[in-house]
Each structure stands twice: as structure tokens, then as C-alpha cells.
């Protein structure tokens, strides 16, 4: 039986495409990939992929192998590259030998075992100082004799004016002559606009694709997704009723209230309770708490309103983590699997 999602992230296949091409010319020596590991950061990576592959975008990074072989058909349909951020831990090697993709080799061991299986074309992580993932630096030679397509590092403080950014790349810098690496690649969403020197041979923006805002100099990234989610029941609360668990909103005023479907189990923070959702030209303020489930909307503003009716909330990632005291990253990967995901690629 299929069922219809009450709610759902309408996703803008035209703004994943302009924020990859932005971020592109941004570093224009360099090629631009795309990091898809959690699902695409939540999106929907089959999608994502679909879209970017058509924008001309041709290197993909997911975290696990479990990821890899979700993608494994569009990667191979299409002749992109994938890499697998996690490297290639024992329980790996099997799928690491018949997937079409390469593991980011980020520990003596995973050099070791890769190279006893064969030393077929990898990606190598070498710490600069995010003490993270990564061989050392006097590790390099560990290397010699393995085909590597790509040495990688990671940026700690791309999104601030911190001097780490200069010592990482300089550091970074440094191994090109010690690897016989064909490409290099550094810099995050955050670290492209970092300017010259951070681009390399390939870039690995993840959150500046799907509509976040690290630092200032992204301004032009456009939103991705937003959510809709469908009127349950319309009701009037009475003056001096309240809504919502701890009677946190008393009506001032006998007030048409939209219930909707979408809560905190969506990915809905409590702490967004201060915004709107929009119906037609409507603005409908939240009021009472956010909870698991649902919602309600002080539909004032909206007289025609009623059920079975979609609210829309506009995801403004940089504003929602202000309000939630939480990380853009960690909002939109949370958002739920409850959520039908709807491209529109007009």
C-alpha cells in the first residue's frame, strides 16, 4: 500500500545547481566535487548526485561504504568518481575490491591492508592539524608505490579568521612534492572562500551546496530545501484559552488555530518556536510549544485555511541555528525520514 506523506522538504534541484556552480568559480583552478555522506546531508544523496552530475560536477565523498554501495548504481551509470571518507577498515576490504568507489586511507593500518590486497587507486587523508582522521606528515613516505588519486586534508577553522587556515595550507602545501598523488584537495564550503592558495586541484563543499551559510563571503548561496506539512484541524480557541503543553500561549482573542503536522521528531527544534509559516501570503506565527508531532499556527491571517491545506516553512539555515543554539550541519542532517523528499527542478 502506498501511503501519502503529510509532510514533506520540497528541494530546488535549480539552487543545488547555482550554489555548486558558485562555489566553483570561486576557486577556478580547481575542480569543484560535492560531499554527499548523510543521505546527501539529509536531502536525499541519489538526488543530489542526479542534479550535480548534470551540472558538471564529477567527484562525490560519502563517509561509510554502506553509502557507497547505496550509490553505487548512479555512480557507475554515470562515470563519477566516489570516495569513501571512512578509509578501509578490515570489514571493508570486500566492498572497497567490488565497489566503484576508493577509500580515503587515513591510518598506517588501512595503507598496510590496502596494499596487501593489491594497492589498487585510493585517496589518502594526512593530518595538518585537525587532529582528526589522517596520517602524519612524517608518514607520507608510507605512500611510495601506491597509486594514489587524490591526498586530502581537512581544515579546523575555515569559517574564521584564525591563522590555523595559513599554517594547514602551508603545511598542506608542502607534501605536494613528497606524493605522487595526482590531485590535492582541502578546502570545505568554508575554506573555497578563503581565497587563493586553498583550491589545489579539488574542492569538497558539502553544507554551502544545500543552502548553508558558514561565513559571510558565501552571502550568495541560495536556500535548497524547505517544508511543507499538511493542516490536521482548523479550530477556535476562545479568549483566554490556552495551546500546547504547559498552556505556554493563551488566545487574547477568540483565534482560529491551524493544527499541523510536523513536530520535533521531524527535525522541528523546540527552539524555532518564534517563526512563521507562510500560506499563500500569509504569515502564521507558531504559538504554544513545538512538539513531537505538531504545531499550531495562529491562522488569523489565513480565513480560507483548513484541512488538508499545506504550510510551508522556509529553511533560512544560518537564522534557524541562531534561534536553536545549534550547528546549520546538524539541523539539516536532522531532518527527518518522515519527510517525503520532492524535487522541483524548475
Not at 118 to 132: E, K, L, Q, W
Not at 274 to 290: K, M, N
Not at 325 to 330: A, D, K, L, V
Request: glycine share 12%.
Amino acid at each position: 500500500m502506498e501511503l501519502s506523506p503529510p509532510s514533506r522538504l520540497v528541494l530546488s534541484g535549480a539552487a543545488l545547481a547555482d550554489n555548486w556552480r558558485l562555489l566553483s568559480r570561486m576557486q577556478p583552478g580547481a575542480a569543484c566535487g560535492a560531499a554527499v555522506k548523510a543521505n546527501g546531508y539529509g536531502l536525499g544523496a541519489a538526488g543530489v548526485i542526479e542534479r550535480l552530475a548534470r551540472a558538471g560536477c564529477r567527484d562525490f565523498f560519502v563517509a561509510t561504504w554502506g553509502e557507497a554501495a547505496a550509490l553505487a548504481p548512479i555512480v557507475a551509470a554515470n562515470d563519477l568518481s566516489l570516495s569513501v571518507l571512512h578509509g578501509a577498515r578490515a570489514g571493508d576490504m570486500a566492498a572497497a575490491g567490488s565497489l566503484p568507489a576508493r577509500p580515503v586511507l587515513s591510518t598506517p593500518d588501512q595503507i598496510a591492508r590496502w596494499r596487501a590486497a593489491g594497492g589498487g587507486a585510493c585517496d589518502v587523508m594526512v593530518d595538518t592539524g585537525m587532529n582528526r582522521l589522517g596520517i602524519a606528515a612524517a608518514e607520507i613516505g608510507l605512500l611510495d608505490g601506491l597509486t594514489v588519486e587524490t591526498l586530502m586534508s581537512h581544515l579546523a577553522c575555515a569559517e574564521e579568521a584564525s591563522p590555523m587556515n595559513e599554517r594547514q595550507r602551508a603545511a598542506f602545501a608542502a607534501l605536494a612534492v613528497r606524493t605522487g598523488a595526482r590531485r590535492m584537495s582541502l578546502a570545505n564550503s568554508a575554506g573555497i572562500a578563503l581565497g587563493d592558495g586553498y583550491g589545489f586541484d579539488l574542492t569538497r563543499p558539502g553544507l554551502a551546496l544545500y543552502g548553508g551559510v558558514p561565513c559571510a563571503a558565501l552571502g550568495g548561496i541560495r536556500p535548497v530545501a524547505a517544508i511543507e506539512a499538511e493542516v490536521l484541524q482548523r479550530r477556535l480557541v476562545p479568549a483566554g484559552a490556552t495551546v500546547g503543553y504547559n498552556a505556554t500561549w493563551t488566545a487574547p482573542a477568540d483565534t482560529p488555530v491551524a493544527i499541523v503536522n510536523l513536530g520535533y521528531a521531524d527535525g522541528f527544534p523546540r527552539a524555532l518556536g518564534g517563526l512563521s509559516a507562510s500560506f499563500e501570503d500569509a504569515a502564521l506565527p507558531i504559538v504554544g510549544r513545538v512538539s513531537m508531532d505538531l504545531i499550531a499556527l495562529d491562522a488569523s491571517a489565513a480565513p480560507l485555511i483548513g484541512e488538508g491545506d499545506p504550510v510551508r516553512f522556509a529553511i533560512d539555515l544560518p537564522s534557524w541555528a541562531e534561534a536553536a543554539g545549534r550547528s546549520q550541519y546538524e539541523l539539516l542532517t536532522g531532518l527527518g525520514q518522515r519527510f517525503e523528499r520532492v524535487w522541483r527542478d524548475e
